[in-house]
């Protein structure tokens, strides 16, 4: 039975089991309801769940795993010398995969029957120009070896569908006779339910975890292999980044590191004051008419993708600052400072144009919060609006302030797009904010991207690179939280 | 109630400080306050009482304008401190602020240290020339609103670190630091417990040597305890207005008379 089917019986049981639940409560009181403990939808819910949960959980963890076991005897019947040199097991199983998947087409548009494509032999039929014809396209002639392959794998997924199919079924019809006899007026179908939302919950919320742990882990593993490959004094304390690829690289964090520290102080530079002027601007100034024309604008800008903002810093702010500091369009401030229209400042600013919205938008929500009775406290004492902002309610929303800080900052130290199209490609240390730099992300992605070998430490370096990252951008929203709580508790 | 007490309380001075005329506020389309005329006098303690929502605090707020800053407020008729109108153009109502103190409802102590909370007002008015003479003001401030003998000794700790009724004596020390005329009480002790409440009214009642004070009070027994004046307000109409001893022994409203035998309210 194809999953899609099983699936549709499943669920059509389980409507089937929610109405049954359902008429069996209320049968078992006569038809009133307020002899029952819970309310008739109640047991009906739990005859559903208790059909749907074990047999899709069942269904979902077999779709996983049939997949890799049938794989694994497979292969273990392919001889070695099947293999090509330099190549991997991998290559003929997924040569396998397809004549098996090819077969079955030729089964589903009438063109063989399951008999015949069991019958086949690769020696006197050609399988190649056979699948053509029902549209799948093989690579290289078929082998005896491969085709016993493909047959193999055929019958044992087959077999593997009959047989989960069997077993979900029986899992259902056992769910649902086995809560069936539950379902009478004393079952507390409601507490059973309310237990299978709380399941549902948990597991929501630990796949959200599992999928962080599992990120985190596959960053490691591979800068595990990166630092067994290269040394790690090198990654954490040269000066250097040269990558080369015909090897002997120098493969040092600390310029990238640099580059991403220098823009994003810049980003922050620009975004930090423009946007906190605007939430207390928006928060304490403005009148209802302005604030919801002026909010939801603000926010539109949160909402642009970062690769419009690097066009913006690529056609716009980047020949605008070589126009001011360099000699484009032969220098309106006759000043030759800047050569090019990528720069640390052109980045810097782009982005901290995109984190405006980020910072105005948080620190509006924080000012908001300050509780109008500290206004009214000093308003009262003959205090002007602005000496209010500045000495009360500032000082009570700055813990949060600096939590939206560090908040954008981690945003801007992740940011690749705008530094990509900004910023430029060389990695070095300098303070000059007109000369071109790069950052973290920007070499992730070049590193990653390239025609190399996986295997190289110019390639696995990329990971060591991410995993830096994650750890300082972590690092950062671990500081800003620890800040918001300890602060907060002190004020409220 | 101890009605002998309160019959003998005598009024120190007839001089008048505050004086309203016709005053008709509204809230968008609400009528909040319907042509009230008061006159209160200098160093006493004036009360106002009523059910709720019967326009006592927003009458008060009125006093220092603190009603400005709500944009759907207007205000009519005229409210004259000693002599001149607050609601002439060319009144700063934050220089009127200064003159007329205001203690909230709930403890507001800013999130600064008690030294702070108390020097703010005299910072921002620039009364100090120096830091001695600041250290002056925040002791005579904590030591008039009877809080410096249980704080002097860490004035660097953060004011809202201390109990509800310190809280509140410590923004009354904050409110009188600014040295002002009048001060004014929005249910000063409704979130206090019976001990903060005893200290903060033996506090009103030392207050009105320096100071004409106009408190809003839900407590009938508060009002007659602390008050030389009681104004009763009924539904926006300032329904009543005379000697405390007077408006609650011998109430000439039948109004009156039902909300304090407790029939309205």
Redesign the interface.
């Known amino acids: 039975m194809p999953t899609f089917w099983l699936v549709v019986v499943l669920l059509a049981l389980t409507a089937l089991g929610f109405w049954f639940g359902r008429r069996r409560a209320l049968a078992s009181v006569q038809g009133n309801p307020r002899h029952l403990h819970s309310l008739p939808i109640y047991y009906g819910a739990n005859v559903a769940m208790s059909i749907a949960i074990p047999a899709l959980l069942i269904l979902v963890i077999w779709l996983l795993a049939q997949p890799l076991l049938i794989e694994n005897r497979v292969s273990a019947t392919i001889p070695q010398e099947l293999i090509p040199e330099n190549t991997s097991i991998g290559l003929v199983m997924s040569d396998v995969r397809r004549l098996a998947e090819g077969l079955d087409q030729a089964v589903d548009q009438n063109v063989m029957t399951t008999a015949e494509t069991l019958a086949l032999d690769a020696s006197t039929t050609d399988v190649r120009e056979l699948l053509g014809t029902v549209g799948v396209a093989l690579g290289s002639e078929v082998r005896p070896e491969v085709l016993a392959a493909a047959q193999s794998y055929r019958q044992l997924s087959s077999t593997g569908s009959t047989a989960m199919a069997v077993v979900c079924l029986v899992l259902a019809l056992v769910g649902f006779g086995l809560s069936a006899r539950h379902t009478n007026k004393e079952f507390r179908a409601r507490n059973v339910v309310e237990r299978g939302v709380l399941a549902l919950l948990i597991l929501a919320a630990s796949l959200a975890i599992l999928t962080t742990v599992g990120i985190v882990l596959s960053m490691l593993f591979e800068t595990v292999n990166f630092f067994g490959l290269h040394a790690w004094t090198d990654f954490f304390f040269g000066s250097t980044w040269a990558p080369n690829f015909r090897g002997d690289s120098e493969l040092s964090m600390l310029p990238l590191l640099w580059g991403t520290l220098y823009i994003s102080a810049i980003a922050l530079l620009v975004a930090v004051p423009v946007g906190l002027f605007a939430a207390i601007y928006l928060s304490e100034y403005a009148g209802p008419a302005v604030r919801s024309l002026a909010k939801p604008l603000l926010e539109i800008l949160a909402g642009i993708p970062t690769i419009v903002y690097g066009l913006f810093a690529l056609l716009t702010v980047g020949p605008l600052l070589l126009n001011l500091f360099g000699q484009g369009e032969n220098g309106i401030l006759g000043l030759s400072w800047m050569t090019g229209a990528t720069s640390v400042l052109t980045a810097g600013v782009v982005m901290g144009i995109m984190l405006i919205p980020f910072v105005s938008s948080l620190s509006d929500d924080i000012i908001n919060a300050v509780p109008q009775s500290l206004r009214d406290g000093s308003l009262g004492l003959g205090a002007t609006r602005s000496e209010t902002i500045r000495q009360v309610v500032l000082p009570a929303a700055l813990p949060g302030i600096v939590g939206a800080i560090l908040l954008a900052a981690s945003r801007a130290i992740g940011e690749t797009m705008i530094v990509v199209m900004g910023a430029g490609a060389i990695a070095k240390f300098s303070a000059n904010p007109f000369e071109s730099m790069t950052t973290i992300t920007t070499r992730v992605v070049s590193q990653l991207t390239g025609d190399t070998d996986f295997a190289s430490p110019e390639t696995l370096v990329a990971f060591a690179l991410g995993l830096s990252l994650f750890v300082l951008t972590l690092g950062l929203n671990v500081l800003a939280l620890y800040i918001v709580r300890k602060y907060r508790e002190q004020y409220d | 109630m101890n009605t002998m007490n309160m019959l003998d309380k005598t009024l120190d001075t007839n001089t008048t400080k505050i004086t309203a005329r016709d005053v008709n506020v509204y809230y968008g389309d609400t009528h909040a306050i319907k042509d009230v005329n008061v006159e209160i006098a200098a160093n006493t303690v004036t009360a106002f009482i009523g059910p709720s929502g019967c326009g006592k605090s927003t009458f008060l707020r009125c006093i ?1 304008r ?1 009603n400005d ?1 709500i ?1 759907v407020c207007r205000v009519t008729g005229d409210i004259l401190l000693d002599g001149e109108d607050i609601y002439d153009k060319r009144v700063d109502p ?6 007329v ?2 203690v ?1 409802q ?1 403890p ?5 240290s008690i030294y702070d909370n108390v020097a ?2 005299p910072r ?2 620039g009364l100090s020339k120096n830091k001695s003479e600041m250290d002056e003001i925040v002791e005579k401030s904590l030591r008039r609103a009877a809080i410096w003998e249980e704080v002097k000794d860490r004035l660097d700790a ?1 004011g ?1 670190g201390l109990s509800g009724g310190q809280q509140q004596r410590l ?1 009354i020390a ?2 009188i630091a ?1 040295e002002p005329e009048v001060l004014l009480m929005d249910e000063p002790c409704s979130a206090l417990d019976p001990i903060a409440t005893a200290q903060v009214e033996e506090l009103i009642d030392e207050l009105r040597a320096n100071y004409s004070v106009v408190i809003v009070t839900h407590s009938m027994q508060q009002a007659a305890r602390v008050s030389q004046k009681t104004a009763f307000f009924h539904l926006g109409n300032l329904v009543e207005f005379g000697a405390t001893g007077q408006i609650f022994t011998n109430p000439e409203d039948p109004r009156t008379e039902s909300y304090i035998t407790g029939r309205i309210g």
């Not at chain 2, 507001?108 to 600064?112: D, G, H, I, L, S």
């Open positions: 220092n603190m800053t944009d934050v220089q009127l602020r200064a003159k103190g205001m909230f709930k507001n102590p800013f999130p600064k703010y007002g921002i008015h953060p809202t923004c904050r409110a600014t």
